[in-house]
């Protein structure tokens, strides 16, 4: 049996990215249908940038690859929780979560790599 997954009138439902093993929150994301079929079919992260307007795959720059294990959707079908084994770093400020930081300002996380170096235009 397939769960229902309510995408809502915008197309797409967030999903929350956890290592599977030590249980750490790395990011939050949005899915598409088409993320989430992908995501399915590959194994690997895919999720839908809104900013961008495109289907995108989590790692295909930097390298720092999300290796699905599970997906679980929540009791109201409109949220996605994908269990992971992340390479590298979830944040692409550099740190290994996104939650890296307090409200007030606070690093409580680690930088895992340098930005400036993976993403690099030149």
Known sequence: MT????FGSDG???AVAQD??????LMLAYVSPEALERTRETGHAHYY?????ELWEKGATSGHVQHVEEVRVDCDGDA???????EGGACHTGYRSCFYRT???EAV???VFDPDEVYDDG
């Not at 769960?3 to 309510?6: A, E, G, L, P, R």
């Not at 940038?49 to 307007?53: A, G, H, Q, T």
């Open 20 to 25: 599977a093993d030590s249980g750490e929150v």
């Open 80 to 86: 996605l929780l994908y269990l992971v084994d992340q």
């Open 49 to 53: 940038s809104r900013s961008r307007d």
């Open 3 to 6: 769960v229902d997954v309510d």
């Open 12 to 14: 797409l439902v967030p």
């Open 103 to 105: 409200v007030e300002g």
């Open 109 to 111: 996380g680690d930088r």
